[in-house]
């Protein structure tokens, strides 16, 4: 049985930063893209950021600048460090794994608010 599990998320007023991670746990063999997905109420879910085995990386505009995500192979981790932070990014954050390019897991999410 293959776990996600984030941790990170808080209340952060704007322009502060948080630093989220997420560790996977169980069954975990190769590993392929880990990534960041955020849902804020009445939307849909999307993509923040995703970073291969390899370390290439791909973000959202709204993010470009502000969020790096970064992970650990050996730990089986992905961390989404997130500067200047906006009302709008206020969400909540779901950590989501790739794993032998046929399974996907995600985890169940840490909310992040950013108040107006």
């Known amino acids: 049985q293959v776990r996600l599990v984030e941790s990170g998320g808080g209340l952060v007023q704007p322009g502060g930063s948080l630093r989220l991670s997420c560790a996977a746990s169980g069954n975990v063999f190769n590993v392929n893209t880990m990534g960041w997905y955020r849902q804020a109420p009445g939307k849909e879910r999307e993509l923040v950021a995703d970073?291969?085995?390899?370390?290439?990386?791909n973000y959202a505009d709204s993010v470009k600048g502000r969020f790096t995500i970064s992970r650990d192979n050996a730990a089986k981790k992905v961390y989404l460090e997130m500067r200047i932070l906006k009302p709008e990014d206020t969400a909540v954050y779901y950590c989501r794994m790739l794993m032998n390019n046929d399974f996907t897991y995600w985890g169940r999410g840490t909310q992040v608010t950013v108040p107006s």
């Open positions: 970073i291969t085995r390899g370390g290439r990386t």
